[in-house]
């Protein structure tokens, strides 16, 4: 048994036992994936001439943190990123180690890492966030699942070679419709919300597309830098950010998607 097949064989049973737990633990578990997290996207430009504007960082997570454990309205995410800009912009005017692009890479880290994660905490929350915080999970696993198997047996045009070489059109579409499948399973368990099939597979699409726009984004950073993943914490996997790229990306998508349905 190779050492992915390992990691996944732990990890995912943890991961599982945190959401299913929800409250303060489910919490606690976001909390410390995002962290590893930023670490990780810190660490990726650390030998670049553009620094990430590590004492920003560390404020911000902190001040999160204690909102998190306030239960803060999510509409504070939107405080975050203004203080975040304001100081990540004041900055590099003082110390000359940073730069206006430290800034950037500093409320992005934010927004992508902090906020983003923030987001899975509030569908968690929400009603029947018990069931709809795996659609955060699924979509983006059969998303990649079905990609790689397609892509693997069927693909032939490459999708965007110059950011991740091994990905194809085939796959991607097959990826869209794994994404499809797997909500539409989810679904068969879920009755009792007030979710149609036309308006479950609008969300899948939807998420397949926006999944593997975090997976090449992801791609995208680490071909800057020069690295192959984030981090080793999962081995055979790489790093927390390496493993929830896509779920990053969709989990925006299903809260806000949840919300203007009203389910």
């Given at each position: 048994m190779n050492t992915r097949v390992i990691s996944a064989i732990v990890a995912i049973p943890i991961l599982i036992l945190f959401t299913i737990a929800g409250g303060y633990i489910f919490k606690a578990g976001v909390m410390a994936l995002t962290a590893i997290a930023l670490y990780e996207y810190i660490s990726a430009y650390k030998n670049t001439?553009?620094?990430?504007?590590?004492?920003?960082?560390?404020?911000?997570?902190?001040?999160?943190?204690?909102?998190?454990?306030?239960?803060?309205?999510?509409?504070?995410?939107?405080?975050?990123?203004?203080?975040?800009t304001l100081l990540s912009m004041s900055v590099p005017i003082f110390n000359k180690k940073y730069n206006v692009i430290s800034s950037a890479l500093s409320v992005i880290g934010v927004l992508y890492i902090i906020v983003f994660f923030n987001t899975l905490i509030q569908i968690r929350i929400n009603n029947y966030g018990n069931r709809l915080i795996w659609l955060t999970y699924?979509?983006?696993?059969?998303?990649?699942?079905?990609?790689?198997?397609?892509?693997?047996?069927?693909?032939?045009?490459?999708?965007?070679?110059?950011?991740s070489p091994k990905k194809t059109v085939e796959g991607s579409i097959g990826g869209i419709l794994g994404s499809i499948v797997g909500s539409i399973i989810w679904l068969s368990f879920n009755?009792?919300?007030?979710?149609?099939?036309?308006?479950?597979?609008?969300?899948a699409i939807m998420g397949?597309?926006?999944?593997q726009i975090g997976d090449l984004s992801a791609s995208l950073i680490k071909r800057h830098v020069g690295i192959k993943d984030y981090g080793n914490i999962m081995p055979g996997h790489g790093g927390v950010l390496d493993r929830f790229d896509s779920i990053l990306f969709v989990a925006p998508l299903v809260y806000y998607y949840i919300e203007i349905m009203k389910f």
């Open positions: 001439n553009s620094k990430v504007i590590t004492p920003v960082i560390i404020l911000v997570y902190f001040l999160n943190f204690i909102l998190v454990f306030l239960n803060y309205d999510f509409e504070l995410n939107l405080l975050l990123i203004i203080f975040t699924i979509v983006p696993w059969a998303c990649d699942t079905f990609a790689y198997y397609t892509g693997k047996f069927f693909g032939k045009r490459k999708l965007c070679p110059d950011v009755r009792e919300i007030n979710i149609s099939v036309a308006s479950i597979m609008l969300l397949g597309i926006i999944s």
